[in-house]
């Protein structure tokens, strides 16, 4: 019998920390088609790439790779890693508010999700956007900075910052179609706005570890240039190396 122990994005996609597997797998590579072949059905994807694997506490990568022999009785831990230097968040700070950002995997969109972290962490202003809806770290900084702006200067489109937060992000003052667009969404992931002091930052990332994915993944330019009807006619006429985010900043920044 194998014990396969997992971490990470991985224990999300089989839903448990560990499995005994008492069928023969002769290597790494047939443990990892095995482990593809059993994932359970709507959990997070789990391809078998991007991982650390090690064998009775060896690193697979100092034996044989994915060929490494497996015998009875072996413990295999299974780690996820992103390459690269890719990251999963980000953060900045705007008139001493500290900021983070989270990208949450798609598994974890919905409401009772966000309630649960509102209630876990009540000193932070948290609020969910549909990542296809961000373009990148500067996109949002932009947009975040107005709305921190606008509540110092108790001018905000709503009563709350997270709700403005959530009307700047999709362009109107109809809180419905806001969250109708540009809040969460199924089988979307979402980036989780918190806004707060370091500590309580520091230990929502920690609770956030095995939800997390690769942030800021994809380009969204056409995405959001077809849902908010903005022709490259429109972009070009802009001075800017940074087109797209100065218009919706701009658009942002006269709601009222």
Known sequence: MT????????????????LNISQNLNTI?????YLIEHK???????DGKNLLIAVNG???SA????????NSNDIVNIIPIIHGGSKTNASFIINNHQIGLFEINKSNSNKDYLISLREKFPKLKLQAISSRFILDKEHAKKIISISVNKKLKNQLLAEKLETDLLLRFANTTQISDAIKNVGLSSNQNFILIAIGNKSSQKKLSE????????????DNQNFIKKHF????QTLNSIESKTPLVDLLVEKASILI
Request: hydrophobic letters at 30%; zero cysteines; charged letters at 30%.
């Open 40 to 46: 359970p059905e709507n959990t997070p994807d789990f």
């Open 29 to 33: 590579s047939e443990l990892i088609t």
């Open 207 to 218: 609770s956030l570890r095995d939800d997390l994915d690769i942030i800021f993944k994809k």
């Open 58 to 60: 060896v690193d697979s």
């Open 63 to 70: 034996l044989d790779g994915t060929d490494t022999k497996l």
């Open 3 to 18: 014990t396969v122990n997992f971490t990470g994005g991985a224990r999300k996609s089989f839903q448990t920390d560990s």
């Open 229 to 232: 009807n903005i022709s490259s």
